[in-house]
């Protein structure tokens, strides 16, 4: 379904006189508000194509209904959800769940929404139907060359696909690890992840990037070969300039100062861009900013920060995507939620006085230094946002928006009540 504009531009109107002096309120305090204002209103959220369907844990799902059932109605949800953010402008295919049968018309459908299609995810974490060799072992470390030979193609398959989109990226997340001590001898599986790695960068087009996605356990439990950003950092660094560390915030152990690995990645030019979500106890993909924005605003903090010390474009520099599952509410909902968490956070990050903080961190004056970007976190720079999202064509309040205008109901009789979306 559409977003009808008249309709949109109603709605909003009922909510502007109120924005209007809370805009006011916050700007008057803001060193130059219209550049901020101009940085809110580029940068965009990229929505992963498993997200649009509800999630389930291994104890079971539970549909909300209306989910998108093709590729093309997938593209769809994400054109509703830009047209109420004006923030989430790209959709990152997850292969094979969402191969495009018609590439020249699943790229012109994106176009007709305003999307673009941003990294390709390949899969080898499950075995497919009628695929020879099975991942129950791992795919790129495993001791069979028969089996890696089976995973290097699927990657190199994945990005043909993203070719015909015009993606840029193939993001690689693998699932290779070991459940009991002894079951693997750690330099092997590193060596053949590596090796295998390197085939798929020399398949990569000239002006392609690889993503090397870590995380620390799940589905294996006692070793992941990819497992924290050093293990990536090794395989980027060794595979060349085509290849970077994509951090998913869920992919920490509890305690991990992400915002420290973030910087020192940005620094040695080897951070890809990141999966947002949230957790409070492991790889729990709840919603960006619903358990510890505090720690979301450290992060882009350094991302600014280290962005700006680089001479970074924050909306292209690297790659912004959320990777989260939905198990209790409303998937656009959720994704709307979390797009609007992720320019909190930005704009936070934004209005930090930088030179105070830098002066405070030479003197060693802690207190200040605190109080400084305790001050910029606690300011609430909502208006701000939802300023860069009214002047772009947006919602004034996605989520507000979405629900007056009935969208869930308009996908479940369209589609039925009884859809169930390929992914997670
Ligand atoms: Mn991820």
Redesign the pocket.
Known sequence: MQIEQDKLQEINHTGIEKHRRQFEHVAADINDVEAVLQKLSVFNIAI?SWALGTGGTRFGRFSGGGEPRSLEEKIEDVGVIHALNRSSNAISLHIPWDIPENAASVKELAAQHGLHFDAVNSNTFQDQKGQQHSYKFGSLHHTDKAVRQQAVQHNIEVIKYGVQLNSKAL?V?LSDGSNFPGQLNFRNAFQNTLESLQEIYEALPADWKVWV?Y?PYEPNFYSTTIGDWGQSYLLASKLGPKAAT?V?L??HLQGTNIEQIVSLLLMENKLAGF?F?DSKYG?DDLTVGSINPYQLFLIFNELVEGMDARGMDHATGLGW?I?ASHNVKDPVEDLLQSVQAIKIAYAQALIIDKDALTAAQKNNDVVLAQEILQQAYRTDVRPLVAEAGLRNGGALNPVAAYRKLKVREHLIKERGLNTVATGL
């Open positions: 992963p993001s997340w996605e995380k994509l998913d869920g992919h999966h979500n790889d995507m990777d």
